[in-house]
DNA sequence: CTGTTAGCGCATTCAA
DNA sequence: TTGAATGCGCTAACAG
C-alpha cells in the first residue's frame, strides 16, 4: 500500500538526473558501469518499475493488443483467444479484453471506441460474421488509425484476415465417410447465416458432388444451431426425411453429442448403422462411445497467425495500405476414431 | 489511418480553450447550453475520442483490473471470465488478461510486475492454489499498492476472497446419493495437492461420517487428475478395490465423462448399477446417457463476485487495512438428473 | 461560465 | 557519459 515509485525518486537516491536512470531502466548504451550497477541496485531495493502509462504517452505506442471475444464457452473461441494470450505475451503485447456474447451490431462502436480510446496500438477482431448482418467491422476498419485482424471471416478486399479453411474441413470428413464405404452421406448444418457454417455445407456439397440447391442436397440436409439438443433433433429429421441416410458430417462437435443420443434412442449402431464425423475435435471427444472422428481446427495457429499478423502490421504501418494482404489460411486436420470407420463392409 | 485527433484540435475549430472541451466531453456542469452543444458538434464531425492513457496519466488511475486466468478449457475457468468480462463492463472497466497455463510459481512475479507496471488498478487472481506449493500471492498482496481479490483459495488473514464453497457442494452430492438408496459411496477426487480437490474430498467425507483418513474412507477413494482419461482409470480402481461400491461422487464433469465409459466396459449400469454426481455441471451433462447430475459452481456469481469486491476496495482504499474482509462465499447448486436416481429401491 | 497555468511520469533532443 | 529543456494529451486548481 506504499506510493508508488517515480523515475525521479530513483535520481535523487542516486544523485543522478532523471535520464540517466531512464537510460539504465531502457537498456541505452551510454551510461557509464559504474553509474549503471549503482543505479540497478536503487531500482531494486525500491522495487521501482516504470509507468507504462507514461511511458505509452510519449511514444505513441501501448504495446497492447484489444481483443474483441466470443462466447468463451465455445470451444473453438475459447481455444483461439488462448494462442492469441500466449503469443501476444512472446511478442510482449498485453491484451485489453473485450468479450460479445450475442451478434448484435450496435455493439461493435461502443467496444471499439472503447478499447480505441484506450489507444491499443491494434485490434483481434473474433466475432463470427453473419451473412444476414451488414459487414460493418470491414468497412470501419478501413480508416481506423490502428491495423485490425479479422479471425475466421470472409475476406473483403483490404481486409487482413487469418481464417480456417472451412471448406476444405468439410470435404475432407466427407471424402472419408465416402471412402470408408458409406453412401448416403447427410450434413448437420449450423446455423444458416452463419458464413462458416455455409463454408462447411459447401465444402460437404462439393465434395458429394451435389449441384447448389439441388434435391438430392436438400434431402441430406438437416439445419442446427450448434446445440447438442439443436443436433438430436436435426438427426430425427434427418432419418425421417430419408431414411437410408448411413453417415452424417456434423458442422460441430456439440451438435453431435446430441446426435449420439438421438442414435441411440433411434437404434442406430455408431458406426455400424451410421458413420458419424464431427468438427472442432473437442476433448470429450475421444471419450464418446464410440470416440468420434472430428476436424480439428487448429485453434493455435489461427490465434498466433492473427497476433503474427496484427504485430506484422504494427511494426510496419505502411504496408497495410500499400498492398493487398492475401488472408492466411489455417488447415484443419482430419482426426480418425471410431464413429466413421467400420469393419464389416 | 489519419493521425489522431486530439483535445486541442477541438478546441482550436471550436474558439475555445482546451479546457472547455475537456468539461463538455466530461459532462460538467459549468459550460454554456451554446457552447456545448457547438463543441458537441464538432467533436462528432472530427470523431474525436480522448486519450485514455493521458487521462490516466493525470488522475492517477486506469480503469483497468488485471485478470490472472487460469487454462480456459476448464469450463469454471472460462465461464468465471466471461462473468468477469461482463461485470467489469457494467462498472466502466476494462480488463487486461494474462493466462497461465501451469502452475508454475515462478511465474508470478513478472506476471504481477507486467500488470502492475501497466498501473492495473485491481487484480484478480483466478489460479487455483496447490497445497504443496509456497502461497505467495498471499503474501505479495500485503504490500501491493492496489487491492487484489483471490478466487476459490483458502483465505488467509488478510486476504480478500471470493470462494464456491466446495465442502458444501460435496456434502450436497453425497447425501443426495445416499437418500436415493446408494449404500457404498466412493469417491474419484481431483489431484490431491489442489486445494479444492482436498475441500470436496473433506466435504465427501463429512457426509460419509468417516474419521480423517480412516481405513473405509481410503477404500471409498481413487485419484484423478480432472481429466476424462483419469476418471475411467479410477472407477477401475475403485470398483477392484472395493468392487460393492454402488454410487461415486465424481470431483469434476470431466472425469464423470470417463467415468461413464469405465461403466459401460465393466458392464455397468447407469444408475442401477451405479449412481453418479459429478462437479461442474458442464453443459454437456444433460446429454450423457443417462443424463448427469451434477453440482453447478454459479460461475457467475464468483466472477461477478470478484469483480465487484475489487471494485469496491479501489473506491474505498482505506478500508482494505482498517478490517479483515471476510470471505464472500458463492453456494453450489444439485442439478438433479438421471444418473443419481433410481425407480426401483 | 471560461481561460490560464501547471504538471502527471517518462523519453527524446540537444547541449555540455 | 551526463544533464537540461521540452512535450506527449489531458485535467485539477485557480483566476477572471
Redesign the pocket.
Known amino acids: 500500500m506504499e506510493k508508488?515509485?517515480?523515475?525521479?525518486?530513483?535520481?535523487k537516491i542516486a544523485?543522478?538526473?532523471?535520464?540517466?536512470?531512464?537510460?539504465v531502466?531502457?537498456n541505452?548504451?551510454?551510461?557509464?558501469?559504474?553509474?549503471?550497477t549503482r543505479i540497478q541496485k536503487i531500482v531494486k531495493d525500491l522495487e521501482?518499475?516504470?509507468?507504462?502509462?507514461?511511458?505509452s504517452?510519449?511514444?505513441?505506442k501501448t504495446n497492447t493488443i484489444g481483443v474483441v471475444g466470443f462466447r468463451l464457452d465455445y470451444f473453438g473461441s475459447n481455444t483461439i483467444l488462448t494462442a492469441i494470450e500466449r503469443k501476444a505475451g512472446k511478442l510482449g503485447f498485453s491484451l485489453l479484453l473485450t468479450l460479445i456474447n450475442d451478434l448484435d451490431e450496435s455493439k461493435i462502436d461502443p467496444v471499439l471506441n472503447q478499447l480505441l480510446?484506450r489507444q491499443v496500438d491494434g485490434l483481434i477482431w473474433t466475432l463470427p460474421w453473419l451473412k444476414d448482418t451488414q459487414n460493418r467491422i470491414s468497412e470501419i476498419t478501413k480508416n481506423l488509425s490502428v491495423p485490425v485482424v479479422l479471425l475466421n471471416r470472409k475476406a473483403f478486399p483490404g481486409d487482413i484476415v487469418v481464417c480456417l479453411d472451412n471448406r476444405h474441413g468439410a470435404r475432407v470428413a466427407t471424402k472419408h465417410l465416402l471412402e470408408n464405404g458409406y453412401k448416403h452421406v447427410g450434413i448437420i448444418t449450423g446455423p444458416t447465416n452463419w458464413w462458416e457454417a455455409e463454408e462447411r455445407y459447401e465444402g460437404w456439397r462439393e465434395e458429394m458432388g451435389f449441384s447448389i440447391s439441388s434435391r438430392q442436397a436438400e434431402m441430406l440436409t438437416a439445419h442446427g444451431d450448434w446445440t447438442p439438443q439443436s443436433g438430436e433433433d436435426a438427426l430425427y429429421e434427418l432419418i425421417k426425411k430419408s431414411p437410408d441416410t448411413d453417415a452424417v458430417f456434423v458442422s460441430n462437435d456439440q451438435m453431435a453429442i446430441g446426435v449420439y443420443r438421438a442414435a441411440g434412442k433411434l437404434g442406430l449402431r455408431i458406426p455400424d448403422d451410421l458413420g458419424i464425423v464431427g468438427f472442432d475435435n473437442i476433448p470429450e471427444a475421444g471419450f464418446l462411445s464410440p470416440p468420434l472422428t472430428s476436424i480439428d481446427q487448429h485453434s493455435r495457429y489461427l490465434g498466433g497467425g492473427a497476433v503474427q499478423q496484427v504485430v506484422e502490421q504494427i511494426k510496419n504501418p505502411q504496408k497495410r495500405n500499400d498492398e493487398e494482404i492475401a488472408p492466411s489460411w489455417v488447415k484443419p486436420e482430419l482426426i480418425i476414431r471410431e464413429s466413421s470407420t467400420r469393419n464389416n463392409d
Open positions: 508508488k515509485v517515480t523515475i525521479k525518486d530513483v535520481a544523485g543522478v538526473s532523471a535520464q540517466t536512470v531512464s537510460r531502466v531502457n541505452h548504451p551510454d551510461v557509464a558501469d559504474e553509474t549503471r521501482y518499475s516504470p509507468n507504462i502509462i507514461a511511458r504517452l510519449i511514444q505513441g480510446s
